[in-house]
């Protein structure tokens, strides 16, 4: 399991937090070569998924990308059927270039939409309207993308039901296998986040938010999609293989700026600055600016939080075979309330969220991190 990060964008959006620096195309050479020295610095395995996410890796150039991919086959080699994902910003692709990384091997394709409504987009500060997004998808269609999933968002300023509606139709028009749909969070330093505290724009209300939500899960459940972790919607066979190992705190490698890696118990995470990043591998250096060993309770305790965003929620009996350590002795009285709230569940193999519990996650995950 590998996770390269590109932290690159067109633009930077409205309300991006995400690691991206936008327009610093005079990088995208030196970042590459970088990554490669950084990657070739991995130990050779197979990989079982491989992860291309940023900021926006299509903003590289195709020819770069098929290098990266390239190289990652020679060095690593690919588990029959692995899973190689790729996020795209729909204004960010072509024809040419899709069909260039599906032949370099990219077999899941995760395009950033937001939202089919072109106002929405402009105040997102989106690079691209709903035409353009409906026509990438088409073009991924066409350069033999079948695994094929669309993020979308909802709770926009001045977003109402009906508009939301609008947009999880269009998508859901477009015959996705995987969407993945998030509730805005206004991040603090962002456009977005001003334009609030200036009253400029205005958040729907908490009925507007739970009429979505509910809204979701029965469009998405009437399409044949199955909700199976707090954000994410599959069709049969088709959910993500690599976040799935993510949210079972399974070890992952990890490469270039702000990416984080997991193995062997120790977290680390790289430089954010890919100016700093680059200078750091081409030095000889390690990128790495944070180191943080988790001991057994620790990662049994992530373990549990990670696993509790899955709808299946946690299995037991993995957690007593990785951990030797059952939730209902190691948290005692604090679960035994969430319990009693209704917020936590417990079946004979699983312990999980209600559905009650999902709506107060963060309050749940607070008690038990
Ligand atoms: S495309 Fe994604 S990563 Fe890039 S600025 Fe927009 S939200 Fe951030």
Known sequence: MLYIHIPFCEKKCGYCAFASVAGARELYRPYCTALLEELSRLPRRQLSTLFFGGGTPTSLPTDLLCELLDFIRQHFSFAEEAEVSMEANPGTVSFESLRRLRLAGVNRISFGVQSFDDDELRVLGRIHNAEEAREAVRMARDAGFDNLSLDLMYGL????????????????????????????????????????????????????????????????????????????????????????????????????????????????????????????????EDAVVERESLDREA?????????????????????????????????????????????????????????????FANIVMAELV
């Open 157 to 284: 300023p001045d977003q109402d039901t009906q508009a939301f509606d609008f947009s999880l139709h269009c998508a859901l028009e477009l015959h996705p296998r995987h969407i993945s749909l998030y509730q805005l969070t206004p991040e603090e330093g962002t456009p977005l986040f001003t334009a609030l505290e200036n009253g400029r724009l205005t958040l729907p209300g908490e009925e507007d938010i739970i009429a979505m939500d509910s809204l979701v899960n029965r469009v998405t459940a009437e399409a044949g999609f199955e909700h199976y972790e707090t954000s994410n919607y599959a069709l049969p066979g088709y959910r993500c293989r690599h976040n799935i190992r993510y949210w079972h705190n399974e070890e992952w490698f990890a490469a270039g700026a702000a990416a984080v890696s997991y193995v062997q118990g120790c977290r680390e995470r790289r430089e954010e600055n890919p100016w700093h990043y680059i200078e750091k591998i081409t030095a000889g």
């Open 299 to 359: 990662s049994f305790r992530e373990t549990v939080i990670m696993g509790l965003r899955m709808m299946e929620g946690v299995d037991l009996s993995e957690l007593q075979c990785r951990f030797h350590l059952e939730p209902r002795q190691y948290y005692g009285g604090v679960l035994q309330k969430l319990m009693e709230q209704g917020l936590v569940e417990r079946t004979p193999t699983h312990l999980k969220l209600s559905p009650a519990g999902h709506s």
